[in-house]
């Protein structure tokens, strides 16, 4: 006599698993962040909860889904990421000139040359 082992442990035929809510949260989190609503706080968010969300995922067999939506929400949170990355490198390169700008017209004007000059102007 054989005995079969079911994994869904008394579940009905026709049960389809629960989709996990931190995989929902973390898609929701990473567009959020990625359209600059949260800009920060969404991606990172977005970024932990999508990784749990893969856990819990990886611990239910079976039992819950939603890996997709949590690798997407951990793609969107990183993308926001380096987005931000970006966008506070751009925001330095301009602040260093905005603030060197001023002192290369002094020093130019100490050293006797015109801005037009500089620029070859007339």
Same mark, same amino acid.
């Given at each position: 006599?054989?005995?079969?082992?079911?994994?869904?442990?008394?579940?009905?035929?026709?049960?389809?698993?629960?989709?996990?809510?931190? +995989?929902?949260?973390? =898609?929701?989190?990473?567009?959020? $962040? &990625?359209?600059? *609503?949260?800009?920060? @706080? /969404?991606?990172?968010?977005?970024?932990?909860?999508?990784?749990?969300?893969?856990?819990?995922?990886?611990?239910?067999?079976?039992?819950?889904?939603?890996?997709?939506?949590?690798? +997407?929400?951990?793609? =969107?949170?990183?993308?926001?990421? $380096? &987005?931000?990355? *970006?966008?506070?490198? @751009? /925001?330095?390169?301009?602040?260093?000139?905005?603030?060197?700008?001023?002192?290369?017209?002094?020093?130019?004007?100490?050293?006797?040359?015109?801005?037009?000059?500089?620029?070859?102007?007339?």
């Amino acid at each position: 006599m054989s005995q079969y082992y079911d994994n869904n442990y008394g579940q009905s035929p026709g049960y389809a698993p629960r989709t996990s809510v931190a +995989a929902v949260a973390s =898609l929701i989190l990473g567009i959020l $962040g &990625l359209i600059q *609503i949260l800009p920060i @706080i /969404g991606s990172i968010a977005g970024l932990i909860l999508g990784y749990a969300a893969k856990n819990e995922i990886s611990r239910s067999n079976g039992t819950v889904s939603g890996d997709g939506l949590a690798q +997407a929400g951990i793609i =969107l949170g990183w993308i926001g990421v $380096g &987005l931000m990355v *970006i966008g506070l490198c @751009i /925001g330095a390169l301009v602040l260093i000139g905005a603030i060197s700008v001023p002192f290369g017209f002094a020093f130019c004007d100490q050293a006797g040359m015109m801005s037009s000059q500089i620029f070859g102007l007339r």
